[in-house]
DNA sequence: CCTTTGTTTAACAATTTTGTCAAACAATAC
DNA sequence: GTATTGTTTGACAAAATTGTTAAACAAAGG
């Protein structure tokens, strides 16, 4: 083995991940990623053999950490409201992360749904954890904690709150005329906002 | 002029609209298009001269139309709850249409600003009407009937719960198991479910 | 030092997609 | 009928992008 070390292929993919799902630029080419990684292009296909396979392994990697840490949190044992807490949580640091991760999975999984059918297999107990969340929902509403209504629209409206403001950056940069930061900082305060939102307390 | 007298034409950028905003399916070439259209693809240059006319034409319709009905409601005499509800209409029915929309102006917006900054000119009294939506707001924290918060935060909630389902349908069909039938009826219940949320009532 | 293994490069081939052009065609006006 | 105007087509050119190959190179083991 060479003196780098498996080091190229590394950031080949760490520079894939950040300009496909940091920066959204999911129409980038081979060329551009290797400019931006500062390797040659062939280097790209060498080790992930095509532009797709990289794609799809970035893509990948990022869906099944974002799906382990939420089933993660779901399949805790914790007052519900901290649950919520946390999911909001990890939401934040994975979207801070890969902002464009939910908008890349609904372009792409009614596209070619048998092509991507595999990067959505359930985890492992996946279906029995969102099943028992949901009852647990329904609990919540009987205990009279947070509105009723059907418990998927409580789900829905959580991820609503949680994801959209990261997809929808750009709109509010402009409609607010926002910087960056000044974003930034609005997203960390809608954590709370949130939950206030979500519950009577 | 020929016998088709604009049939033709009218036939393209519709295909085009459909197939990049309603399915979606943002990478189509002027081949598929022309195949969709069931035209000769020279045709879609006759008219249009490029892609990049024909995308950028159908994407700022579909935005101005949108714009325009969304700051009407802004704009119009109406109590505060009774605006809130004409928008969740104006949205349902405008991203029933083309529910990629909000994904496209994600994805393009921070890609390549300065080409896409025309599409976001101000409306005419935008800003102003944007400023006295945010007044009310505040004014309806003070009454009480929508929680203590940021008005910014209100607006992007509202706008969340809103969009976010259309944006996510691909997702929540999987997640859940259901049919597009099953996926409308559930968006058609959300519009009193969005206005149970925000509203203390 | 030479062989082996893995890495990197430049040159090239193949493919896909966009864009152009000149000629054929159709309807109407004269 | 012929000229004119706008429409449609197929063939072709140009550009962009992906993928392949053979050779150069570097490190480490024997």
């Keep these: 083995m060479s003196v780098k070390d498996g080091k190229t292929e590394q950031l080949i993919k760490e520079t894939a991940k950040r300009i496909f799902l940091t920066e959204g630029k999911m129409l980038a080419t081979t ?106 929902i329904q609990r919540e509403m009987d205990k009279g904690t947070i509105a009723e209504n059907k418990p998927v629209n409580f789900f829905i409206n959580l991820f609503a709150l949680m994801a959209y403001p990261f997809v929808a950056r750009p709109i509010y940069l402009k409609m607010f005329d926002l910087t960056n930061a000044g974003y930034n900082k609005l997203l960390t305060e809608r954590k709370s906002s949130i939950l206030s939102t979500l519950f009577k307390n």
């Design 31 to 136: 060329q551009d990623i290797a400019d931006a990684a500062g390797v040659n292009r062939t280097l790209l296909h060498y080790y992930f053999r095509s532009r797709d396979v990289l794609f799809n392994m970035v893509f990948k990697e990022a869906l099944t950490k974002l799906r382990t840490r939420v089933h993660e949190v779901l399949g805790s044992e914790m007052p519900f409201k901290q649950k919520v807490e946390n999911l909001v949580n990890v939401f934040y640091e994975e979207l801070t992360e890969s902002p464009y991760l939910e908008t890349f999975i609904a372009l792409h999984l009614n596209q070619e749904p048998e092509k991507y059918e595999e990067l959505f297999i359930a985890l492992p107990g996946g279906r029995e954890r969102m099943k028992n969340f949901l009852k647990e």
